[in-house]
């Protein structure tokens, strides 16, 4: 009786499922984007379309279609597919899923393909509990996660599964889908509209059928520009500051100013800011970079950068938002030098390498005990004798190191001589 009721639920289910449910391709040819990886000819197109696909992760951000590809592979394959949540799943579970897969191999030569959402939700002993599956075959393991797997899945795991990066979909392959969720609904708009649709989702696709089911719902006739921004509620932001969103985009935040794009640079200090990144985290890293990048080809870079830190502690946000993009713009458009930056590096590898060099004697401390080890004879004072300036004040064996070399940019000057 129970499995009656089961039964009429599952048919009345995808009656009122989502629309993303209701269209999630079944097929490699219905499945949008990804091209890098699904093109004709592709290793994972083949493995999948002759049914021998190995241990993989696929690695991506929501609705890229991580899930939709596990169950294109289910579709497709004749082994038997089982299903976990890492959300959810336990130790016992995965134990359970590969007593089965034994079984079946055993009794009748049948592969079982696990398909694992969420993997990175999985602690290091859940992880090992699949290992010896996965290394010798009993299982073929398909992880889904949007966390990047080199840091969140055990190496053992990532050595024994060929791991695929699915990308955020492109605005021509949102329309696709957007397309196809208006033809299901039924509905219509014009071009203005699915363009709208397609860039309010940002890349994802689950979204973006979510915002067309929405707007449909409540148009009164071809969906309108009004529909769609009073569906589409939820900003497009596709950010973690715990997770791989915040590497990223803090990396493009660096390399924007770094690379004098003042306009790159506040977009990526936007999106940091409207993801919740941490304000004091932000100034932080404009102050190492006032002095790694821009040191004395403008010296009041680093000024610029500790009053924006100091205006973030005393002002706080919401307002500190103008203080960080005063700052970043600065940051960005000053001259750059790596000059203190690298003349610290040869300094360290020489330090490194060869120990502390003790200062000659006419530098180190004349007080009275000083004095009595000849400690100062020799020093010849800059302001009293011109000539202290031209002297070499390192170690005897370092005399021929130069480890800064001035950029010539901005206020840093090459120190070379005018004819």
Do not use: C
């Not at 639920?9 to 993303?20: G, I, K, M, N, Q």
């Not at 191999?105 to 592969?111: E, I, M």
């Amino acid at each position: 009786m129970s499995d009656l009721f089961s039964e009429a639920a599952d048919r009345r289910s995808s009656e009122f499922a989502p629309l993303a449910q209701r269209l999630r391709p079944s097929t490699l040819d219905d499945f949008v984007g990804q091209r890098h990886i699904l093109g004709e000819g592709s290793a994972l197109r083949r493995a999948i379309e002759e049914d021998r696909v190995h241990s993989s992760i696929f690695y991506g951000p929501p609705g890229s279609g991580k899930t939709t590809l596990a169950r294109i592979v289910a579709a497709t394959t004749g082994a038997a597919f089982e299903e976990l949540s890492a959300v959810s799943a336990t130790v016992k579970d995965v134990r359970e899923v590969l007593a089965r897969a034994r079984e079946r191999l055993g009794t009748s030569g049948t592969r079982t393909i696990l398909f694992l959402d969420e993997i990175h939700r999985f602690n290091k002993a859940q992880q090992d509990a699949l290992l010896p599956g996965v290394e010798v075959g009993l299982l073929t393991l398909i992880g889904a996660t949007t966390e990047n797997p080199y840091y969140e899945v055990n190496s053992a795991l990532i050595s024994r599964t060929q791991v695929y990066e699915l990308e955020t979909l492109t605005p021509e392959e949102m329309e696709v889908v957007v397309r196809h969720g208006l033809a299901e609904v039924g509905g219509e708009a014009s071009d203005e509209v699915v363009q709208l649709i397609a860039q309010r989702s940002g890349g994802d696709a689950r979204t973006a059928l979510n915002i067309v089911e929405l707007a449909h719902e409540t148009a009164t006739g071809a969906v309108t520009v009004e529909n769609v921004e009073d569906a589409a509620r939820k900003p497009p932001l596709v950010y973690d500051k715990a997770g791989d969103a915040h590497y990223d985009y803090t990396s493009a935040f660096i390399k924007s100013m770094r690379g004098s794009d003042a306009d790159a640079a506040v977009y990526y200090l936007a999106a940091m800011l409207e993801g919740g990144e941490d304000a004091r985290f932000i100034a932080r890293r404009m102050i190492v970079l006032a002095s790694e990048d821009i040191g004395n080809a403008d010296p009041r870079a680093l000024l610029v950068a500790v009053a924006a830190a100091q205006a973030v502690e005393h002002v706080g946000l919401p307002e500190a938002r103008l203080n960080l993009s005063q700052a970043a713009i600065y940051l960005a458009r000053a001259p750059k030098s790596n000059a203190s930056y690298m003349a610290l590096n040869r300094a360290t590898a020489d330090v490194l390498e060869h120990g502390a060099s003790r200062p000659p004697k006419a530098l180190r401390n004349a007080s009275w005990y000083g004095r009595k080890l000849g400690h100062g004879e020799g020093y010849v004072y800059p302001h009293g004798d011109p000539a202290g300036f031209e002297a070499s004040y390192l170690p005897e064996e370092l005399r021929d190191r130069t480890y800064y070399e001035p950029s010539g940019n901005g206020e840093e000057e090459s120190g070379e001589s005018e004819s």
